[in-house]
Nanobody
């Protein structure tokens, strides 16, 4: 089993910043792509940003220039630096990782429990 644990959410005023972290733990695994998704009340879950194992990144148009995704492969951790936050960024943010588990080998997507980000106007 591989577990993802997120931290760093909270309440911030518009224009402020937050940094989310997500650490993966378990045994006999490797991580391929990692990403952050979010889900606002009454809306579908959407991709915010993703990063491959070699550092290639992808962002939703709504966060380009404001959010930065990064990862520390040695710590099995992915980060999301969120600047210039807007009320419309309010959502539960979920960490996602594409996992390869060994002995036996299998691949699956792991999800964190979610962390609330609330941006007040």
């Amino acid at each position: 089993q591989v577990h993802l644990v997120e931290s760093g959410g909270g309440l911030v005023q518009a224009g402020g910043s937050l940094r989310l972290s997500c650490a993966a733990s378990g045994s006999s695994f490797s991580i391929n792509a990692m990403g952050w998704y979010r889900q606002a009340p009454g809306k579908q879950r959407e991709l915010v940003a993703s990063i491959t194992s070699v550092g290639s990144t992808n962002y939703a148009d709504s966060v380009k220039g404001r959010f930065t995704i990064s990862r520390d492969n040695g710590k099995n951790t992915v980060y999301l630096q969120m600047n210039a936050l807007r009320p419309e960024d309010t959502a539960v943010y979920y960490c996602n990782a594409d996992i390869t588990k060994y002995t036996p080998t299998r691949q699956f997507a792991a999800w964190g429990q979610g962390t609330q980000v609330t941006v007040s106007s």
